[in-house]
């Protein structure tokens, strides 16, 4: 399945959250992540995370889609991180 992800997270969490993200994902945008992942990791991941994070304070957004090719991605402006998996 392909994910996005995106997090309001505390600053002093920030950087704990970002380095388990970046081992799953590709990071695109300060607070996005996205990219090809499969349900056990991402539920892997998303118990790391639960770890890290202070659940009344902090938020993260999971958005799961089955199909890559039901969506399509553009940008405006430059894009930080190019995916070849996304047209």
């Not at 659940?55 to 894009?79: A, C, H, P, Q, V």
Request: hydrophobic share 35%.
């Amino acid at each position: 399945m392909y994910v996005i992800v995106t997090y309001d997270i505390s600053e002093d969490r920030v950087n704990k959250v970002r380095k388990i993200l970046k081992r799953y994902l590709n990071w695109v945008q300060n607070s996005v992540f996205e990219g090809e992942i499969t349900e056990s990791k991402l539920e892997k991941c998303k118990l790391e995370l639960s770890f890290i994070i202070e659940k009344e304070i902090d938020s993260i957004y999971f958005y799961l889609i089955d199909n890559k090719y039901s969506f399509r991605k553009t940008t405006l402006g430059i894009e930080k991180d190019v995916t070849d998996n996304i047209y």
